[in-house]
């Protein structure tokens, strides 16, 4: 007789669920003093960073606030040679072998899902970004920064006496990697909570899992918000402990950007949506602008190449010098599109009285942001798109509110978060992120908290995924094509896309994609109507694996 089934506590299984205590053992205490020493190490990297731009940027550019604001044609001419200058360095890093700068660089998104790190090439990558933000490339710092944490975490956990003691597994080797990523995102977004949840929601959607092991998803993810926890805390003190041993010569968020309008409670909700979708429309034509650029930049590519040596490519060098001149050229029309976008944005939140005459260099500021932005992404400079796009939504959220008399805490916050989420699907990392940019001003009223919520929320729900395709289908159409063949190629062209669509979220490098994609050795197959597709080994043996 067989004996009788035991119950189980509905407690019981939840005790369960989390698996061992990972805390008891000693493995974990060491690995925990590695990302301690992490860090230590990307938090004083990331200041030196930041402080490096600092010193760059207060060279040459005129931070004249009232003066950019009353007309155009405001900056300075040089401008254009200093970014084009910008160009030329990044071109030399990416060209020259002693740098080993890789060839493609996926970037915030793609390293996360691949949970591969570049560690012989991170010298290089936070070199080129260091001196293209310096010189008022209009790109962020998260991704080279991120690129950077991951390689740190990647070499140190390599060495020996590190994987005896802290007995690495294949496993805890890939998730040690997120832990450095979270670490160096918080040394420039100087908000650790908020750094370790991006890094998790992206990781989520990005659709890799660690390898299965004895312990569970619950035991992996709370280990993850311990060690990157720990990490990102100590890149943060590390900061600001070098921010006052230097006193202080650069803003960050929490000095700078205290919007004071009261928010009118019942129009937060309608707020939030209006934000929620014009965040979306400034995403969508972010990616448009990047997609078309990207296709014109690899055909000058190509035709620069054939005057150049075959030892290395002369386009890859001359691209970024095209991009950042006309970069420049946006700078000098609009100066508040040089950099990053942090310090205008700064400057536009201090800035209490703004009158509607001076709202169509605002709106225009926003819209030749995303130009520039794409310019720059596009011909090849290193960078990404985070603060970026936070200035273009909350210049955008300015312009309206000075315009209508709506309010302004309420439009900037909302549209901020909502210009990322429809790139960035990880809403409570941008709820988060709105507070903080904000100074905590987003939290004192529940009305901006919710207006903030929903624009989130639609800012992920109508993110420009799948309008990548048509976009991309687009660019594909041939004069005297038939329907069929148009069909097609459409067809083929969003299988290319397909997989690799996750690394067209952050800097997507899409210049070398598609010189990937559309190399010239690849073969043209059709029929005789002329119905054909692209067709490489290399596209044949990525497909099924990533496009599951």
Same mark, same amino acid.
């Given at each position: 007789?067989?004996?009788?089934?035991?119950?189980?506590?509905?407690?019981?299984?939840?005790?369960?669920?989390?698996?061992?205590?990972?805390?008891?053992?000693?493995?974990?205490?060491?690995?925990?003093?590695?990302?301690?020493?992490?860090?230590?190490?990307?938090?004083?990297?990331?200041?030196?960073?930041?402080?490096?731009?600092?010193?760059?940027?207060?060279?040459?550019?005129?931070?004249?606030?009232?003066?950019?604001?009353?007309?155009?044609?405001?900056?300075?001419?040089?401008?254009?040679?200093?970014?084009?200058?910008?160009?030329?360095?990044?071109?030399?890093?990416?060209?020259?072998? #002693?740098?080993?700068?890789?060839?493609?660089?996926?970037?915030?998104?793609?390293?996360?899902?691949?949970?591969?790190?570049?560690?012989?090439?991170?010298?290089?990558?936070?070199?080129?970004?260091?001196?293209?933000?310096?010189?008022?490339?209009?790109?962020?710092?998260?991704?080279?920064?991120?690129?950077?944490?991951?390689?740190?975490?990647?070499?140190?956990?390599?060495?020996?006496?590190?994987?005896?003691?802290?007995?690495?597994?294949?496993?805890?080797?890939?998730?040690?990697?997120?832990?450095?990523?979270?670490?160096?995102?918080?040394?420039?977004?100087?908000?650790?909570?908020?750094? +370790?949840?991006?890094?998790?929601?992206?990781?989520?959607?990005?659709?890799?899992?660690?390898?299965?092991?004895?312990?569970?998803?619950?035991?992996?993810?709370?280990?993850?918000?311990?060690?990157?926890?720990?990490?990102?805390? +100590?890149?943060?003190?590390?900061?600001?402990?070098?921010?006052?041993?230097?006193?202080?010569?650069?803003?960050?968020?929490?000095?700078?950007?205290?919007?004071?309008?009261?928010?009118?409670?019942?129009?937060?909700?309608?707020?939030?949506?209006?934000?929620?979708?014009?965040?979306?429309?400034?995403?969508?034509? #972010?990616?448009?602008?990047?997609?078309?650029?990207?296709?014109?930049?690899?055909?000058?590519?190509?035709?620069?190449?054939?005057?150049?040596?075959?030892?290395?490519?002369?386009?890859?060098?001359?691209?970024?010098?095209?991009? $950042?001149?006309?970069?420049?050229?946006?700078?000098?029309?609009?100066?508040?599109?040089?950099?990053?976008?942090?310090?205008?944005?700064?400057?536009?939140?201090?800035?209490?009285?703004?009158?509607?005459?001076?709202?169509?260099?605002?709106?225009?500021?926003?819209?030749?942001?995303?130009?520039?932005?794409?310019?720059?992404?596009?011909?090849?400079?290193?960078? $990404?798109?985070?603060?970026?796009?936070? #200035?273009?939504?909350?210049?955008?959220?300015?312009?309206?509110?000075?315009?209508?008399?709506?309010?302004?805490?309420?439009?900037?916050?909302?549209?901020?978060?909502?210009?990322?989420?429809?790139?960035?699907?990880?809403?409570?990392?941008?709820?988060?992120?709105?507070?903080?940019? #904000?100074? $905590?001003?987003?939290?004192?009223?529940?009305?901006?908290?919710?207006?903030?919520?929903?624009?989130?929320? +639609?800012?992920?729900?109508?993110?420009?995924?799948?309008?990548?395709?048509?976009?991309?289908?687009?660019?594909?159409?041939?004069?005297?094509?038939?329907?069929?063949?148009?069909?097609?190629?459409?067809?083929?062209?969003?299988?290319?896309?397909?997989?690799?669509?996750?690394?067209?979220?952050?800097?997507?490098?899409?210049?070398?994609?598609?010189?990937?994609?559309?190399?010239?050795?690849?073969?043209?197959?059709?029929?005789?109507?002329?119905?054909?597709?692209?067709?490489?080994?290399?596209?044949?043996?990525?497909?099924?694996?990533?496009?599951?």
């Amino acid at each position: 007789m067989p004996p009788p089934q035991q119950r189980i506590s509905a407690h019981q299984e939840v005790v369960e669920s989390f698996g061992p205590a990972f805390a008891r053992t000693t493995a974990f205490w060491w690995l925990s003093l590695l990302s301690l020493l992490v860090g230590l190490l990307v938090g004083f990297i990331g200041w030196l960073h930041i402080y490096v731009v600092y010193v760059m940027n207060s060279a040459w550019i005129q931070n004249n606030f009232q003066g950019q604001l009353s007309g155009f044609f405001t900056g300075r001419v040089w401008y254009i040679g200093v970014v084009a200058g910008a160009g030329f360095t990044n071109g030399l890093i990416q060209v020259i072998p #002693f740098f080993r700068y890789p060839r493609r660089l996926t970037y915030l998104f793609g390293e996360i899902k691949s949970l591969h790190a570049h560690w012989e090439a991170a010298p290089s990558i936070i070199l080129a970004n260091t001196i293209a933000l310096g010189l008022g490339a209009s790109i962020g710092p998260e991704a080279a920064i991120a690129a950077m944490g991951a390689a740190v975490a990647s070499f140190m956990s390599s060495f020996e006496v590190a994987s005896t003691r802290c007995r690495l597994s294949t496993r805890k080797r890939r998730m040690f990697v997120l832990v450095g990523m979270a670490g160096a995102i918080s040394s420039v977004f100087p908000a650790p909570p908020i750094a +370790v949840l991006l890094v998790y929601e992206i990781f989520l959607v990005s659709e890799e899992h660690f390898e299965k092991s004895a312990s569970n998803d619950t035991r992996d993810y709370l280990e993850f918000i311990a060690l990157s926890g720990l990490c990102a805390s +100590v890149s943060y003190a590390v900061l600001h402990a070098m921010i006052i041993a230097v006193n202080e010569p650069y803003k960050t968020f929490s000095d700078g950007l205290k919007p004071n309008n009261t928010p009118f409670a019942g129009a937060a909700p309608a707020l939030g949506m209006l934000a929620g979708l014009i965040g979306s429309a400034l995403s969508y034509l #972010f990616l448009f602008c990047q997609l078309v650029f990207s296709r014109v930049a690899l055909r000058i590519k190509r035709k620069i190449d054939t005057f150049g040596p075959s030892s290395f490519s002369l386009g890859r060098l001359l691209l970024p010098v095209i991009g $950042g001149a006309m970069s420049g050229i946006i700078g000098w029309i609009c100066p508040l599109t040089i950099g990053s976008g942090l310090e205008p944005l700064i400057s536009l939140s201090e800035e209490i009285n703004i009158t509607p005459s001076e709202t169509p260099v605002i709106f225009a500021s926003s819209l030749l942001k995303i130009v520039s932005l794409a310019l720059c992404l596009s011909t090849g400079m290193t960078g $990404g798109i985070i603060y970026p796009l936070f #200035f273009i939504g909350g210049s955008m959220g300015t312009a309206i509110s000075a315009y209508t008399g709506w309010d302004r805490l309420t439009l900037t916050a909302s549209l901020s978060a909502s210009a990322l989420a429809s790139h960035i699907p990880a809403p409570i990392a941008l709820w988060g992120m709105a507070i903080v940019m #904000f100074n $905590g001003g987003v939290g004192d009223d529940w009305s901006t908290w919710l207006a903030v919520i929903i624009a989130v929320v +639609v800012g992920c729900s109508l993110g420009v995924k799948e309008d990548i395709f048509d976009l991309v289908s687009l660019a594909g159409r041939k004069r005297g094509s038939t329907r069929t063949s148009r069909r097609n190629t459409r067809r083929n062209t969003i299988q290319r896309i397909a997989v690799l669509e996750h690394q067209l979220y952050l800097n997507t490098g899409i210049g070398d994609i598609l010189d990937d994609e559309l190399d010239e050795k690849d073969e043209i197959e059709g029929d005789a109507e002329g119905e054909g597709s692209i067709v490489t080994d290399k596209t044949k043996t990525k497909l099924p694996e990533l496009s599951k």
